[in-house]
């Protein structure tokens, strides 16, 4: 009888280690780091690389948080940022001077900031916190940042609405003076104004009927400086009363 209690006392510690090995890990392996999977932006952006971890332990001074970047083209990982207590961003290569910290670890937040981004940013970037003693679990996450060049957009300036109250109206005088130069009016050169008896020639005398003045028409030239001409009084109204 004692010895199989002996044995039964040896298989409940047995099961009462295993037990502690099991649970014990799930008691500390609480930190988990989550950031967006994907990220997109436009060349000479700033970026926020967003990282938030969730820990049982509350942050201490202890806690570090280390930003890491891996280029598209392949390679290691480089380390660019390390926080502990207060920011160490890098001082030389890619990220010199375009890191900023904007991370609260007591709101569980250890983002960071990219300046300026330009096409060699993309790749994977890794944030990794560590709060000891929750070390375990779910450290690192990744985010994979895709940097574009920015589309070419036009915007209608103070500078742009000058040119055009200036440079429309210019250019459809200049049209209309150009016009009148190539297509002048002709000019009638029959009149009717009395001639004496002297400078009537022989056979004339009893034609006393004046020949009719003919028709003026409206040739192309005259239609088309008068359309240049409403269009440029219609155009000024439009800019005066825009």
């Known amino acids: 009888m004692r010895g199989l ?17 099991c ?22 952006d700033t970026i926020t690389l967003s990282c938030t971890f969730t820990s049982t332990s ?6 570090s948080v280390d930003w890491s970047y891996k280029p598209q083209s392949g390679g290691p990982p480089q380390s660019f940022f390390h926080f502990s207590s207060r920011a160490f961003p890098s001082l030389e290569g890619q990220f010199a001077g375009r890191i900023q910290w904007s991370g609260i670890p007591a709101r569980g937040e250890a983002s960071i900031s990219l300046i300026n981004a330009t096409l060699k940013d993309n790749g994977t970037y890794t944030c ?19 940097v574009t060049p ?3 957009s036009i915007r209608f300036s103070d500078v742009a609405v000058l040119l055009c109250f200036i440079l429309l109206p210019s250019t459809i005088i ?4 150009i016009g009148r130069m ?3 009016k002709k000019q009638h050169s029959q009149s009717n104004t009395y001639r004496s008896p002297i400078e009537v020639t022989e056979g004339e005398q009893y034609n006393i009927n004046p020949p009719e003045a003919k028709e003026q028409k409206v040739s192309c030239c005259d239609l088309w400086l008068m359309v240049q001409y409403r ?3 219609y155009t000024t109204h439009l800019l005066t009363h825009k």
């Open 58 to 63: 509350r942050p201490t001074s202890k806690m």
């Open 174 to 177: 200049t049209l209309i003076l």
């Open 150 to 152: 920015k589309a070419l």
């Open 23 to 44: 649970v014990a890990p799930c008691l500390v392996s609480s930190i988990t780091v989550n950031t967006p999977a994907e990220l997109h932006a436009s060349k000479g």
């Open 128 to 146: 990794s916190v560590r709060n000891p003693p929750d070390v375990h679990g779910s450290p690192n996450s990744h985010i994979v940042l895709t």
């Open 5 to 21: 209690r002996r044995r039964n006392s040896a298989v409940n510690v047995d099961l009462l280690l295993h037990l502690i090995l």
């Open 182 to 184: 190539f297509c002048p």
């Open 231 to 233: 269009t440029f009084h």
